[in-house]
């Protein structure tokens, strides 16, 4: 029965990911250097997940979603745009996911750790992203040079950090309303 619970979670959570990523908020105005930047809140439910399930749950739904955006709505060269959302969702919520999931086993949420957790998260997607963005996502927008790199990357910087701590505050105030739901 948990097994199927799961199973329809991971589910329903992808679907429900996967129409937030449908919503896309231009915000390439607040980036000059980095037009093309759109916020989405996709990843909360994959954080959800991840906590409540670990890791490996957040990651399935993670990918799904960005698989069905690939097949569906894309217009980025060879997946560029939904490499960087798989890998700056990771990034995020392994921390919090790792902790809750491995270390704690407890599902409730306190102030302090999760400040903690989802401070080192947002430092880990700036960090993978200034990595992914620079070796793969700009190559495949035909961005060859150096300098033209670390324009674009100085500008996400600020757009990963935005984003990372929209997405945290979202979770953080989602998650003790959806545990007892999330959690059976």
Known sequence: MKNTRIVTLIGIMTALSFVLYLIEIPVGFL????????????????????IAYGPIVGTVINLFK???????????????GE??????GLALYLPISVYYFYI???????????????????????????LINFTITLPLYGFTGDAEKWAFVSAITPFNLMK?????????????????FLVK
């Open 83 to 88: 490499i960087a959302n798989f890998f700056a």
């Open 31 to 50: 980036f000059p250097s980095a037009p093309f930047l759109q916020l989405d809140f996709s990843d909360v439910p994959a954080i959800l997940l991840s």
């Open 164 to 180: 990372g701590t929209l997405l945290s505050i979202i979770t953080m105030l989602l998650y003790p309303r959806l545990a007892k």
């Open 104 to 130: 704690v086993k407890n599902k409730k949420f306190k102030l302090v750790p999760n400040l903690i957790l989802f401070a080192v998260g947002i430092a880990m997607m700036v960090g993978v992203m200034v």
């Open 66 to 80: 960005n698989v069905l955006h690939f097949i569906f709505k894309s217009q980025t060269p060879a997946a560029s």
